[in-house]
């Protein structure tokens, strides 16, 4: 197959490509390296069947020979990120997922959105099913995000109905491994950053707010599976297990075996109280689930940062 994959050069957008390539399929990533890494392209760059496009998804292009698959994973993905850059992330989560249909369209390629567990906003529904419409403020801080998406979702719904687009849409759950940017600004990154570098841990509140956390390998397995399913409807792809964030700064600090203490900080608007997927649908349609546990998935991914903070250019990103 040859998939077409946007954000390539991001965290999971990287992982993804990586994985399609090492099953013999083609890829080209597309990337305009806004929040996307050099150092993840040149990863790819490494295989014979990878070829990179510098482009912002927001803006139309015609993607050059046949594609069999297109994934749309461009969009800056983590609330500091998304804060610093509205527009963009309203523009690459409605105009972009209208362009990447649009090449899927053209191609007759299967197409998959990289959806999230934010279109649930803070959620009166616990833990979340895919039924959940959700409680988002459109107009908080927030809603640049949760709002794209939900929007990327409604019209992939309405390519596929009307133009008969081959469809698939994953709620991506949080998610932490190897090619975060160390001052991506998210929870997991922050935490590893603050630990071995021996600075206070940032929380956000009190710290009593649930997550729940997925490594990248079994979030990459889920939406591999998903893509190569007949399954149309939104499917939630994330960790079941749920930690409030003190128990993950606890065990951030004993895996890292910091000496760091806890530091509060205020709470950021609309952040989500309580999060959890209900992943009963991608336990019967993919027969899938998460296999490793956070102690595990942190142990695979503290060396990566250990090496970035000992080379000296590793710094958290707070609010
Ligand atoms: N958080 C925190 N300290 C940080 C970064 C995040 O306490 O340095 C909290 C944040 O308030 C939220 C949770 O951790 O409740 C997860 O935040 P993240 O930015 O990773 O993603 P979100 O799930 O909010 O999209």
């Known amino acids: 197959m040859r998939i077409l994959i946007t954000g390539a050069a991001g965290f999971l957008g990287s992982h993804l490509a990586e994985r399609f390539l090492r099953e013999g399929d083609e890829v080209v990533g597309l990337d305009n390296f806004l929040t996307g890494s050099r150092t993840n392209a040149e990863i790819l760059s490494g295989y014979d069947d990878f070829e ?16 069999d698959g297109v994934l749309h994973f461009a969009s800056p993905a983590s609330p500091v990120d998304y804060l610093e850059l509205p527009i963009q992330t309203l523009k690459v989560g409605s105009l972009g997922t209208h362009n990447a249909l649009g090449i899927a369209l053209a191609n007759g390629a299967r197409f998959l959105l990289a959806s999230t567990s934010e ?84 929380i956000y509140g009190e710290g009593t707010q649930t997550r729940s956390f997925c490594y990248v390998d079994d979030e990459v397995e889920g939406i591999h599976r998903l893509f190569h399913s007949d399954h149309a409807a939104p499917v939630n792809i994330g960790n079941p297990h749920e930690f409030t964030i003190r128990e ?67 710094r958290a990103r707070t609010l």
């Open 248 to 314: 993950l700064a606890d065990v951030v600090i004993e895996e890292t075996r910091s000496s760091s203490k806890l530091e509060h900080f205020p709470l950021p608007d609309d952040d989500p109280k309580v999060r959890r997927p209900d992943i009963s649908v991608a336990r019967s349609v993919l027969g899938w689930e998460p296999k490793i546990s956070l102690a595990d998935g942190l142990r695979r991914t503290i060396p990566y940062f250990r090496e970035l903070v000992d080379r000296g250019d590793a």
């Open 52 to 67: 990179l496009i510098e482009h912002d998804i927001s803006k139309p292009i015609v993607v050059p020979g046949k594609l």
């Open 119 to 202: 279109i649930y906003g803070d959620p009166l529904v616990h833990p979340q099913v895919e039924s959940y419409w959700g409680n988002v403020n459109p107009i908080g801080l927030r809603g640049v995000y949760d709002e794209a998406k939900r929007f990327g979702e409604a019209i992939t719904m309405a390519y596929h109905r009307y133009h008969g687009v081959d469809t698939r849409i994953v709620r991506i759950f949080n998610t932490y491994g190897t090619r975060m940017r160390p001052a991506d600004g998210r929870v997991v990154s922050n935490f590893i950053v603050q630990a071995l570098r021996g600075e206070p841990i940032s």
